[in-house]
């Protein structure tokens, strides 16, 4: 292929020769100028081709020299790699070499221990042997004894025999006893049951005491002894009531019921001839517990415990806090026991 430089140089030089020829052979000229230069053209890009082509040539060398180095530098780094390699390899070698000396001797002391160990047992085991032998003489002369102690036990164990089955035929008397005791039983218990389960007046005749006592006649046990018609003051031998001799406030009449009973209803009867209204204020306990308060003046009083609340107590209390007289007509408890603390049937 022709260069560059010497297109343009053939070029000129036919541009030069154009005019010195005939006029009749312009157009010959003109064509030959024209393919000339097309030649021109083509060779000039098939230039410009190869130097491209140049180019990428170049570059795929440079790209090839590039790889080159880093395959070098890999190689160096492999190679460095391994020699660390073998200098750690050798130095474990080494390591290893050294432990095994080390157990190895180790190893020979443990066997010159247990050589030695050995022999102790064996002369044990000999100590052992003779030890064994006089044993068993003993153990002939224990089975003699034991030949007789056996025919004893022998003898005493069908005497044993004898005496248990004259002490079942007593068992089986006691057990027929015991039956007949424990129907009894079971029909003694459902009687207290149904007797325990009725709700009755349990106030009346109990030991009762108040703070004071009026005129020395209107002693507290007139609130329990049944009688709730007479109470006036003409008629001076039937005052059936309570009354205490000061107005102070803390007077106190309490019940002793003589016992642990469930409390189902207290009931409180007031003077009916006059001051109902010094009743007003007055708390009801039933042992600790508040069961009610007096908040109206009227003849009597009811204050029923549900049966959800459970209330036992032991005795009954009327506590006037107010500066007032405390008396009354008649004091009436109504309950089911008596209980033991402990009692199942509670």
């Given at each position: 292929m022709l260069?560059?430089?010497?297109?343009?140089?053939?070029?000129?030089?036919?541009?030069?020769?154009?005019?010195?020829?005939?006029?009749?052979s312009?157009l010959?000229?003109?064509?030959?100028c024209?393919s000339?230069?097309?030649?021109?053209?083509?060779?000039?890009?098939?230039?410009?081709?190869?130097i491209?082509k140049?180019?990428?040539?170049?570059?795929?060398?440079y790209?090839?020299?590039?790889?080159?180095?880093?395959?070098?530098?890999e190689a160096?780094g492999?190679?460095?790699?391994?020699?660390?390699?073998?200098?750690?390899?050798?130095k474990?070698?080494?390591?290893a070499?050294?432990?095994?000396?080390?157990?190895?001797?180790?190893?020979?002391?443990?066997?010159?221990?247990?050589?030695?160990?050995l022999?102790?047992?064996?002369?044990?085991?000999?100590?052992?042997?003779?030890?064994?032998?006089?044993?068993e003489?003993?153990?002939?002369?224990?089975?003699?004894?034991?030949?007789?102690?056996?025919?004893?036990?022998?003898e005493q164990s069908?005497?044993l025999?004898?005496?248990?089955?004259?002490?079942?035929?007593?068992?089986?008397?006691?057990s027929?006893h015991?039956?007949?005791?424990?129907?009894?039983?079971?029909?003694?218990?459902?009687?207290?049951?149904?007797?325990?389960s009725?709700?009755?007046?349990?106030s009346?005749y109990k030991?009762?005491g108040q703070?004071?006592?009026?005129?020395?006649?209107?002693?507290?046990?007139f609130?329990?002894?049944g009688?709730?018609?007479?109470?006036?003051?003409?008629w001076?031998?039937?005052?059936?009531?309570?009354?205490?001799a000061?107005?102070?406030?803390?007077?106190?009449?309490?019940l002793?019921?003589?016992?642990?009973?469930?409390?189902?209803?207290?009931?409180?009867?007031?003077?009916?001839?006059?001051?109902?209204?010094?009743?007003i204020?007055?708390?009801?306990?039933?042992s600790?517990r508040?069961?009610?308060?007096?908040?109206?003046?009227?003849?009597?009083?009811?204050f029923a415990i549900?049966?959800d609340e459970?209330?036992?107590?032991?005795d009954v209390?009327?506590?006037q806090?107010?500066?007032?007289?405390?008396?009354?007509?008649e004091?009436?408890v109504?309950?089911?026991g008596p209980?033991?603390?402990?009692?199942?049937?509670?």
């Open positions: 260069s560059v430089p010497i297109l343009l140089l053939v070029v000129a030089i036919a541009a030069t020769e154009v005019p010195k020829r005939a006029p009749d312009n010959d000229q003109l064509g030959t024209q000339v230069r097309h030649e021109a053209q083509e060779i000039r890009r098939e230039g410009y081709a190869a491209d140049a180019d990428s040539i170049r570059e795929q060398a790209r090839v020299k590039d790889e080159a180095f880093e395959m070098k530098e160096y492999i190679k460095e790699s391994a020699s660390e390699a073998r200098s750690e390899l050798e474990s070698l080494v390591e070499i050294a432990l095994v000396q080390s157990h190895s001797t180790v190893t020979n002391l443990y066997i010159q221990e247990i050589r030695s160990t022999s102790d047992m064996k002369e044990r085991m000999g100590r052992i042997e003779r030890r064994l032998e006089g044993v003489d003993r153990l002939e002369g224990m089975e003699n004894k034991d030949e007789a102690r056996f025919a004893a036990l022998t069908e005497t025999e004898q005496k248990m089955s004259e002490q079942a035929a007593v068992s089986s008397s006691i027929s015991v039956t007949s005791t424990m129907a009894t039983a079971l029909t003694l218990k459902k009687r207290q049951e149904a007797q325990m009725e709700v009755r007046l349990i009346l030991m009762t703070t004071t006592t009026h005129s020395g006649t209107h002693d507290s046990d609130a329990v002894d009688t709730i018609t007479f109470d006036r003051h003409h001076s031998d039937m005052r059936t009531y309570s009354h205490t000061s107005a102070a406030p803390g007077n106190k009449i309490w002793n019921l003589g016992g642990l009973f469930r409390i189902h209803k207290i009931k409180i009867w007031n003077l009916r001839h006059c001051c109902q209204e010094r009743l204020g007055t708390h009801i306990y039933a600790d508040l069961v009610g308060t007096v908040i109206h003046a009227q003849g009597s009083y009811d549900g049966e459970a209330v036992y107590a032991r209390t009327l506590q806090p107010l500066g007032q007289y405390l008396h009354v007509l004091l009436q109504w309950g089911t209980f033991s603390e402990d009692d199942k049937f509670s």
